[in-house]
């Protein structure tokens, strides 16, 4: 079974950064196109990033556009999503999923979230 942890949210103050990881434990995640996800109080999941299992291109939610930078580090097997000039609307849980293809898909593995809140 693969599992996928998010981690490195925490509270932060608006216009600051945090880095969150998605690390694997049962599988390799160069071989995965990486979604990240979040979901904030009260409302629907939604997707804000995608790195393609090249890692060649992202793709990015437009209100997170310029702001995230998605990358991977396959020597550590990680993922990460770098947020910076946060804003109070980024408040969430963040996720990330994997999917064996070049893009995001659905996400057919997922992980535990962190929790981002942005707040001064």
């Known amino acids: 079974e693969v599992q996928l942890q998010a981690s490195g949210g925490g509270l932060v103050q608006p216009g600051g950064s945090l880095r969150l990881s998605c690390t694997a434990s049962t599988v390799t995640l160069r071989y995965y196109a990486i979604g990240w996800h979040r979901q904030a109080p009260g409302k629907k999941r939604e997707w804000i990033a995608c790195i393609n299992r090249s890692d060649d291109d992202r793709t990015y939610l437009d209100s997170v556009k310029g702001r995230f930078t998605a990358s991977r580090d396959n020597a550590k097997n990680t993922v990460y999503l770098q947020m910076d000039s946060l804003k109070p609307e980024d408040t969430a849980v963040y996720y990330c999923?994997?999917?064996?293809?070049?893009?995001?898909?659905?996400?057919?593995?997922w992980g535990e979230g962190t929790q981002v809140t942005v707040s001064s």
């Open positions: 999923s994997a999917d064996e293809t070049e893009w995001c898909g659905v996400g057919h593995y």
